[in-house]
Protein backbone atom coordinates (compact mmCIF):
# COMPACT_ATOMS: atom_id res chain seq x y z
CA UNK A 1 0.00 0.00 0.00
CA UNK A 2 1.25 3.54 0.04
CA UNK A 3 1.36 4.04 3.77
CA UNK A 4 1.95 2.69 6.54
CA UNK A 5 -0.36 -0.38 7.49
CA UNK A 6 -1.59 -1.13 11.00
CA UNK A 7 -3.99 -3.71 12.36
CA UNK A 8 -5.85 -4.56 14.26
CA UNK A 9 -6.93 -0.33 14.46
CA UNK A 10 -8.97 -1.63 17.74
CA UNK A 11 -8.20 -4.03 20.25
CA UNK A 12 -9.89 -4.67 23.71
CA UNK A 13 -8.65 -7.51 26.04
CA UNK A 14 -8.79 -8.66 29.17
CA UNK A 15 -6.18 -8.00 31.69
CA UNK A 16 -3.47 -10.55 31.76
CA UNK A 17 -4.08 -11.81 28.24
CA UNK A 18 -1.16 -11.50 25.62
CA UNK A 19 -1.97 -9.64 22.61
CA UNK A 20 0.07 -8.92 19.00
CA UNK A 21 0.11 -5.57 16.98
CA UNK A 22 1.00 -5.55 13.41
CA UNK A 23 2.63 -2.99 11.27
CA UNK A 24 3.06 -2.80 7.38
CA UNK A 25 5.72 -0.80 6.47
CA UNK A 26 5.92 1.42 3.47
CA UNK A 27 7.24 -0.52 0.83
CA UNK A 28 11.31 -0.25 0.71
CA UNK A 29 11.26 1.67 4.20
CA UNK A 30 14.02 0.08 6.33
CA UNK A 31 14.08 1.95 9.30
CA UNK A 32 10.86 1.09 11.75
CA UNK A 33 9.48 2.44 14.55
CA UNK A 34 6.95 1.67 17.39
CA UNK A 35 5.78 4.54 19.69
CA UNK A 36 3.27 4.12 22.40
CA UNK A 37 0.70 7.17 22.82
CA UNK A 38 -1.20 7.43 26.62
CA UNK A 39 -4.56 9.31 26.08
CA UNK A 40 -3.39 13.22 25.82
CA UNK A 41 0.22 12.68 26.15
CA UNK A 42 2.82 12.74 23.38
CA UNK A 43 4.65 10.03 21.73
CA UNK A 44 6.62 7.20 23.58
CA UNK A 45 9.02 5.80 21.99
CA UNK A 46 9.43 1.90 22.17
CA UNK A 47 12.18 0.25 19.55
CA UNK A 48 13.83 1.22 16.45
CA UNK A 49 14.48 -1.30 13.84
CA UNK A 50 16.87 -0.91 11.08
CA UNK A 51 15.71 -3.60 8.81
CA UNK A 52 15.42 -6.71 10.84
CA UNK A 53 17.80 -5.48 14.03
CA UNK A 54 16.90 -3.64 16.38
CA UNK A 55 19.95 -1.38 17.79
CA UNK A 56 17.70 0.93 20.25
CA UNK A 57 15.02 -1.25 22.35
CA UNK A 58 15.51 1.45 25.53
CA UNK A 59 11.77 2.63 25.42
CA UNK A 60 10.48 -0.94 25.68
CA UNK A 61 8.57 -0.33 29.69
CA UNK A 62 9.26 -4.16 30.54
CA UNK A 63 10.12 -7.62 29.51
CA UNK A 64 6.32 -8.15 29.13
CA UNK A 65 6.80 -6.26 26.02
CA UNK A 66 8.70 -7.80 22.69
CA UNK A 67 8.77 -6.74 19.09
CA UNK A 68 10.17 -8.42 15.73
CA UNK A 69 10.79 -7.80 12.36
CA UNK A 70 11.08 -10.61 9.75
CA UNK A 71 12.43 -9.87 6.15
CA UNK A 72 12.67 -6.15 6.49
CA UNK A 73 9.66 -5.35 6.22
CA UNK A 74 6.16 -6.73 8.76
CA UNK A 75 7.08 -5.75 12.27
CA UNK A 76 4.79 -6.96 15.31
CA UNK A 77 4.84 -5.54 18.61
CA UNK A 78 3.90 -8.59 21.16
CA UNK A 79 2.63 -7.15 25.09
CA UNK A 80 2.03 -10.41 27.50
CA UNK A 81 0.68 -10.65 30.23
CA UNK A 82 -1.15 -7.00 29.43
CA UNK A 83 -1.85 -4.68 32.02
CA UNK A 84 -4.51 -1.97 32.38
CA UNK A 85 -2.06 0.70 32.56
CA UNK A 86 -0.81 -0.72 29.11
CA UNK A 87 -3.88 0.87 27.39
CA UNK A 88 -2.82 3.57 25.00
CA UNK A 89 -2.55 3.79 21.02
CA UNK A 90 0.14 2.15 19.63
CA UNK A 91 1.94 4.24 16.79
CA UNK A 92 4.08 2.25 14.10
CA UNK A 93 6.27 4.57 11.59
CA UNK A 94 8.59 3.81 8.99
CA UNK A 95 11.16 5.80 7.20
CA UNK A 96 13.61 5.32 4.62
CA UNK A 97 17.52 5.05 5.45
CA UNK A 98 19.08 8.20 6.45
CA UNK A 99 17.91 11.20 8.55
CA UNK A 100 14.50 10.91 6.92
CA UNK A 101 11.35 11.80 8.37
CA UNK A 102 9.00 9.20 9.78
CA UNK A 103 5.76 8.09 8.09
CA UNK A 104 3.32 6.89 10.72
CA UNK A 105 0.00 4.52 10.45
CA UNK A 106 -2.70 5.06 12.52
CA UNK A 107 -2.32 3.33 15.24
CA UNK A 108 -3.49 0.62 16.99
CA UNK A 109 -5.86 1.78 20.11
CA UNK A 110 -5.42 -1.02 22.85
CA UNK A 111 -7.56 -1.03 25.55
CA UNK A 112 -7.07 -2.94 28.94
CA UNK A 113 -10.22 -4.34 30.79
CA UNK B 1 17.92 11.98 28.31
CA UNK B 2 16.87 14.17 25.92
CA UNK B 3 13.92 16.60 26.27
CA UNK B 4 12.21 18.40 24.07
CA UNK B 5 9.80 21.55 25.68
CA UNK B 6 6.94 22.33 23.64
CA UNK B 7 4.70 25.25 23.90
CA UNK B 8 2.02 26.57 24.55
CA UNK B 9 0.37 23.09 25.40
CA UNK B 10 -2.93 24.29 24.44
CA UNK B 11 -4.22 27.45 22.10
CA UNK B 12 -7.82 28.53 21.36
CA UNK B 13 -7.90 30.42 17.89
CA UNK B 14 -10.61 32.28 15.83
CA UNK B 15 -10.60 31.74 12.17
CA UNK B 16 -8.17 34.60 10.70
CA UNK B 17 -5.64 34.70 13.87
CA UNK B 18 -2.16 33.47 13.10
CA UNK B 19 -0.61 31.03 15.64
CA UNK B 20 2.79 30.71 16.75
CA UNK B 21 4.32 27.73 18.90
CA UNK B 22 7.79 26.54 19.82
CA UNK B 23 9.78 23.98 20.90
CA UNK B 24 13.52 24.37 22.91
CA UNK B 25 15.63 21.74 24.19
CA UNK B 26 19.09 21.74 26.10
CA UNK B 27 20.44 19.54 23.64
CA UNK B 28 21.28 19.78 20.15
CA UNK B 29 19.55 18.36 17.46
CA UNK B 30 20.27 17.75 13.60
CA UNK B 31 16.70 17.94 12.21
CA UNK B 32 13.80 19.75 13.35
CA UNK B 33 10.50 18.13 12.54
CA UNK B 34 6.57 19.14 12.51
CA UNK B 35 3.98 16.86 12.92
CA UNK B 36 -0.46 17.28 12.92
CA UNK B 37 -2.17 14.90 14.34
CA UNK B 38 -5.85 14.64 13.75
CA UNK B 39 -8.21 12.33 16.14
CA UNK B 40 -7.95 8.55 15.06
CA UNK B 41 -5.49 9.35 12.66
CA UNK B 42 -1.09 9.18 13.12
CA UNK B 43 0.56 12.33 13.07
CA UNK B 44 0.99 13.92 9.67
CA UNK B 45 4.77 15.17 8.11
CA UNK B 46 3.72 18.79 8.11
CA UNK B 47 7.29 20.55 7.37
CA UNK B 48 11.00 19.10 7.77
CA UNK B 49 14.03 21.55 8.71
CA UNK B 50 17.35 20.37 8.14
CA UNK B 51 20.01 23.11 8.72
CA UNK B 52 20.40 25.44 11.27
CA UNK B 53 18.68 28.74 10.56
CA UNK B 54 16.70 27.15 8.02
CA UNK B 55 13.14 29.19 7.31
CA UNK B 56 10.96 26.69 5.38
CA UNK B 57 7.30 27.03 4.38
CA UNK B 58 4.48 24.81 3.40
CA UNK B 59 1.14 27.06 2.16
CA UNK B 60 0.01 29.10 5.77
CA UNK B 61 2.80 26.95 7.57
CA UNK B 62 6.07 28.05 8.34
CA UNK B 63 9.08 26.58 10.62
CA UNK B 64 12.56 27.50 11.27
CA UNK B 65 15.56 25.73 12.61
CA UNK B 66 16.91 27.69 14.98
CA UNK B 67 20.47 29.12 14.50
CA UNK B 68 21.92 27.24 17.86
CA UNK B 69 20.04 24.00 16.96
CA UNK B 70 18.21 23.55 19.81
CA UNK B 71 14.92 25.10 18.95
CA UNK B 72 12.44 25.46 16.46
CA UNK B 73 9.23 27.51 15.57
CA UNK B 74 5.88 26.72 13.77
CA UNK B 75 3.65 29.81 12.47
CA UNK B 76 0.40 29.34 11.07
CA UNK B 77 -1.06 32.36 9.61
CA UNK B 78 -4.58 32.83 9.03
CA UNK B 79 -6.10 30.00 10.43
CA UNK B 80 -8.81 27.80 8.98
CA UNK B 81 -11.27 25.74 11.34
CA UNK B 82 -9.45 22.38 9.85
CA UNK B 83 -6.33 23.98 10.80
CA UNK B 84 -7.57 22.61 14.70
CA UNK B 85 -5.29 19.26 15.97
CA UNK B 86 -2.50 18.05 18.06
CA UNK B 87 0.99 19.54 16.59
CA UNK B 88 3.84 17.60 17.78
CA UNK B 89 7.54 19.03 17.18
CA UNK B 90 10.02 16.20 16.97
CA UNK B 91 13.77 16.56 16.97
CA UNK B 92 16.32 14.06 15.35
CA UNK B 93 19.55 12.64 16.61
CA UNK B 94 22.05 10.35 15.50
CA UNK B 95 23.22 7.22 17.02
CA UNK B 96 26.61 7.88 16.36
CA UNK B 97 27.90 4.21 17.64
CA UNK B 98 26.13 2.42 15.27
CA UNK B 99 28.29 3.84 12.79
CA UNK B 100 25.67 5.42 10.21
CA UNK B 101 23.11 7.59 9.75
CA UNK B 102 20.01 5.87 12.04
CA UNK B 103 18.31 8.39 13.73
CA UNK B 104 15.53 8.61 16.35
CA UNK B 105 13.11 11.08 16.84
CA UNK B 106 12.51 12.64 20.15
CA UNK B 107 8.82 14.07 20.57
CA UNK B 108 7.33 17.28 21.92
CA UNK B 109 4.27 16.55 24.27
CA UNK B 110 1.92 18.76 21.69
CA UNK B 111 0.52 22.13 21.17
CA UNK B 112 -3.34 21.12 20.74
CA UNK B 113 -5.41 23.60 18.59
CA UNK B 114 -8.99 24.07 19.38
CA UNK B 115 -11.58 26.70 17.88
CA UNK B 116 -12.64 29.42 20.67
CA UNK B 117 -16.00 29.16 21.75
Known amino acids: GAGVSQSPSNKVTEKGKDVELRCDPISGHTALYWYRQSLGQGLEFLIY????????KSGLPSDRFSAERTGGSVSTLTIQRTQQEDSAVYLC???????????FGNGTRLTVT | GQQLNQSPQSMFIQEGEDVSMNCTSS?????WLWYKQDPGEGPVLLIA?????ELTSNGRLTAQFGITRKDSFLNISASIPSDVGIYFCAGVTRFMNYGGSQGNLIFGKGTKLSVKP
Open chain 2, 49 to 53: LYKAG
Open chain 1, 49 to 56: FQGNSAPD
Open chain 1, 93 to 103: ASSSTGNSPLH
Open chain 2, 27 to 31: SIFNT
